[in-house]
């Protein structure tokens, strides 16, 4: 069964799973991501746990919150955890490129690990994955599109 709650924005609906207390475990960017996954599920909409988090995040849609306070669990390798913790370190108006996250966790060397570990970031926009730009600070690829990485940036004024 799949606990979750929605929040509709102007860019789509943003949904968010939940594990059993309530922690949020996932949260899903596209209706292709949600449709795929829910395929062979059944789905509890969840009003309780939903309140406090889409008014979070409609609060930082808005530009009136920076960070979250919401409970989450992730579930990942050591380095997979270890590159998401540092991700969400990044400060809300900043960037980092792939190189600098590698060097920051002590492996420079780990640039396409740190690249995949970040495509595969369970929780985005929470764990700002989109603060992380390619060489010389382009854009890349993002779980939401490259339009949403854009937006995202710009709603943060990057």
């Not at 009136?64 to 990942?76: A, E, M, S």
């Not at 420079?108 to 985005?124: D, Q």
């Not at 690829?141 to 490259?146: A, L, T």
Request: aromatic share 12%; glycine share 8%.
């Amino acid at each position: 069964m799949i606990i979750y709650e929605e929040c509709y924005t102007k860019q789509g609906t943003f949904r968010f799973i939940f594990d059993e207390e309530g922690q949020v475990i996932r949260i899903i960017l596209t209706d292709k991501h949600w449709f795929s996954l829910i395929a062979d599920h059944t789905l509890k909409r969840s009003h309780n746990f939903g309140k406090t988090i889409s008014r979070q995040f409609k609060e930082y849609l808005y530009g009136d919150r920076k960070q979250f306070d919401i409970p989450v669990v992730l579930k990942g390798t050591t380095f997979q955890k270890k590159t998401w913790k540092d991700v969400q370190k990044i400060p809300y108006g900043e960037t980092r490129t792939y190189t600098e996250v590698a060097v920051s966790i002590g492996n420079p060397r780990a640039v396409r690990a740190v690249g995949n570990t970040i495509a595969t970031n369970p929780l985005p926009i929470f764990i700002p994955c989109h603060r992380v730009l390619g060489k010389d600070y382009n854009l890349t690829g993002y779980v939401g599109g490259i339009n949403m990485k854009k937006w995202l940036l710009e709603k943060e004024s990057i």
